[in-house]
Nanobody, 118 residues
């Protein structure tokens, strides 16, 4: 049973930084390295993909966070990180860790709240 547990959210002023962590358990290394993703959902909006990391540590970012956010992982600890710098009020939302086994078969964490005050 794969479980994802996020941590590191909080309240920060605009221009500040936060580092989110997602600890994965019950997942084999090949699955962990295939893809790990961060999504966020702002109030009244749909959940959106923020950043992904895959094989060979290839990364992808939403245009809105490029140059400010960095996704990384520790394969030994089965942990994925999201370093968020120069935060903006528009970054406010619940941030979810995700692993996709195949289309339609996702695992989600419980989410961690990020609030950026302007």
């Amino acid at each position: 049973q794969v479980q994802l547990v996020e941590s590191g959210g909080g309240l920060v002023q605009a221009g500040g930084s936060l580092r989110l962590s997602c600890k994965a358990s019950g997942i084999i290394l090949s699955s962990f390295t295939s893809n790990m993703n961060w999504y966020r959902q702002a109030p009244g909006k749909e959940r959106e993909l923020v950043a992904s990391i895959g094989y060979g540590s290839s990364t992808n970012y939403a245009d809105s966070v490029k140059g400010r956010f960095t996704i990384s992982r520790d394969n030994v600890k089965r942990t994925v990180y999201l370093q968020m710098n120069n935060l903006e009020p528009e970054d406010t939302g619940i941030y979810y860790c995700n692993h996709r086994f195949r289309p339609g078969d996702d695992r989600w964490g419980q989410g961690t709240q990020v609030t950026v005050s302007g």
